[in-house]
């Protein structure tokens, strides 16, 4: 039965080799349309060689745009990507990114945690009564997740920033170039170059979850990237991933916090991003005895502006 799926999906991708394939997000302002069909094609090619099971086809949730847009291509085997998107103040940012199957395979093979061994519901999930010591250290501590005892276990966040350099190092390498050429680079450019980059990219919440393999609603850099949408852990998690090639990795963590805030996107569970020695006022965190400025990456807005009217933090990822 499964040859009846295969071999089609085969004749698909020898058509892509072979004649090149190209689909385009155009990000409109206040544009709600997906087209997760078209969307998924390229990045089932281009993760033609992971070995965890993923569902690509389903459509975000809460999608929205940013009048931005990504074109992607597929040719010869690669994946080339054109990005347009505020650099910094009025400078417009242009990035060519190009992938290939195998590297973007492997990464997205970083992060999963069977379904035999977690129980998910709505507000959370558990580790099965069932699942042995030796399921437990097999699959985490490993594939993007920690477990340090019963009650203390969860998304490796400080692990995962680390596992997409292929892709993270080059964007962060154009928009270094890109500053220098404007003259602009500083710190504080580099900071808010990297954000915008991240910040522009559409709001959605994946799901990629089947029923071999768990996600926990984590849209990994390069699906980001490829998709063309992210949510608010998603976006942190790419931005750090970044940045961390442009400053300090001391400099930076990631942060999950319990905010209030009239739009649902960054109301109630939230992530975020800090960064210090930004030397601007703002929402800060203190860890380690550093403060960091809280950066809100899920949709556009200025360094030290946020949405919601409340702040609760939860837990602090360094990276460094």
Known sequence: MASVYIIPLLCIILVFYLSGFELQYRMGSGDSTYNPDQNSSLIEFLTQHKTKTKEYGRAPVEYGSYQHSIIG?????????????????KHKGRS???LEPQE????????????????????????????????????FNRNGWYFK?????????????HEYDSLTGKIADDLLKQLSQHSKDSYFNRVQAALNFVQFIPYGQPNFSTDEWYYHGLSLPPESFILGYADCDSKSLF?????????????????HCQVKSA???SNGAHAMAAVSDLNISGQAVTHNNKEYLL??????????????????????????
Request: hydrophobic share 40%; net charge negative; glycine share 6%.
């Open 295 to 320: 950066l809100e990456t899920t949709a556009p807005s200025e360094i030290g502006s946020f949405d919601w009217v409340s702040f609760e933090l939860r837990e602090i990822h360094g990276i460094g």
């Open 73 to 89: 291509s597929l040719t010869n085997n690669t994946g080339s990507f054109v990005y347009e998107y505020p650099l910094i103040q």
């Open 149 to 161: 005892h019963g009650e203390d276990w969860g998304v490796d966040y400080t692990q995962l920033v």
């Open 104 to 139: 973007t395979s492997r990464q997205v093979d970083t992060f999963g945690v069977p379904k035999s061994i977690v129980s998910v519901k709505d507000d959370g999930m558990n580790i099965v009564s069932t699942a042995t010591q030796e399921e437990i250290l097999l699959h």
């Open 239 to 255: 931005f750090a991933s970044i940045l961390k090639h442009l400053i300090p990795k001391e400099n930076i963590v990631i942060v």
């Open 263 to 265: 739009y649902s996107r």
């Open 96 to 98: 060519h990114i190009v």
